[in-house]
C-alpha cells in the first residue's frame, strides 16, 4: 500500500501530493448525505490514519477546506475540486483519506459502512 509504509495519494489535476503514515486504523464506506453530496456517488469512502501522519508533499496552497457541520471538516482542490479528506473537531488525532485519490490504490480491507440507511435503491444489490 505505498512506499516505507506510507499511502500515497493525489487530486486529480495533480496539483496536490501527499503521504500518510500507516497504519489505517479502518476503512470505511459512509452513506450520509453529506458523503453523497461532496463525492457525487452512494458513498464517501475513505481510510482512517492519525492525522499526525499527513503530510501535503506538494500543493499545500491548493487545499481548501469546508466546513460541512459543527463537527466535520471536508478538505478538497480548490482547482479540480477533488475530494481529498475529512476531519473530525472531536477527533483532531485522526483524519480520513478519501480511498479513490490513493496511488496505488487501497488494498486493505474495508470494516464499516456507516448510515446504511441511506444507501442509495439504485445501487447493487448482491
Given at each position: 500500500?505505498?512506499?516505507?509504509?506510507?499511502?500515497?495519494?493525489?487530486?486529480?489535476?495533480?496539483?496536490?501530493?501527499y503521504r500518510a503514515a500507516l497504519p489505517v486504523f479502518h476503512a470505511s464506506h459512509c452513506y450520509c448525505s453529506m458523503c453523497q453530496k461532496q463525492h457525487g456517488a452512494a458513498?464517501?469512502?475513505?481510510?482512517?490514519?492519525?492525522?499526525?501522519?499527513?503530510?501535503?508533499?506538494?500543493?499545500?496552497?491548493?487545499?481548501?477546506?469546508?466546513?460541512?457541520?459543527?463537527?466535520?471538516?471536508?478538505?478538497?482542490?480548490?482547482?479540480?475540486?477533488?475530494?481529498?479528506?475529512?476531519?473530525?473537531?472531536?477527533?483532531?488525532?485522526?483524519?480520513?483519506?478519501?480511498?479513490?485519490?490513493?496511488?496505488?490504490?487501497?488494498?486493505?480491507?474495508?470494516?464499516?459502512?456507516?448510515?446504511?440507511?441511506?444507501?442509495?435503491?439504485?445501487?447493487?444489490?448482491?
Amino acid at each position: 500500500m505505498g512506499d516505507c509504509g506510507d499511502l500515497h495519494g493525489s487530486c486529480l489535476c495533480g496539483g496536490i501530493r501527499y503521504r500518510a503514515a500507516l497504519p489505517v486504523f479502518h476503512a470505511s464506506h459512509c452513506y450520509c448525505s453529506m458523503c453523497q453530496k461532496q463525492h457525487g456517488a452512494a458513498a464517501g469512502s475513505y481510510a482512517n490514519v492519525a492525522s499526525a501522519g499527513l503530510v501535503i508533499e506538494q500543493g499545500a496552497q491548493l487545499v481548501t477546506e469546508y466546513a460541512s457541520s459543527d463537527d466535520g471538516r471536508r478538505d478538497f482542490c480548490r482547482v479540480c475540486g477533488s475530494t481529498l479528506f475529512w476531519r473530525s473537531a472531536a477527533s483532531p488525532d485522526r483524519i480520513a483519506i478519501a480511498l479513490g485519490t490513493l496511488e496505488p490504490e487501497y488494498s486493505g480491507p474495508v470494516e464499516r459502512e456507516l448510515f446504511v440507511e441511506n444507501k442509495p435503491a439504485w445501487l447493487p444489490r448482491g
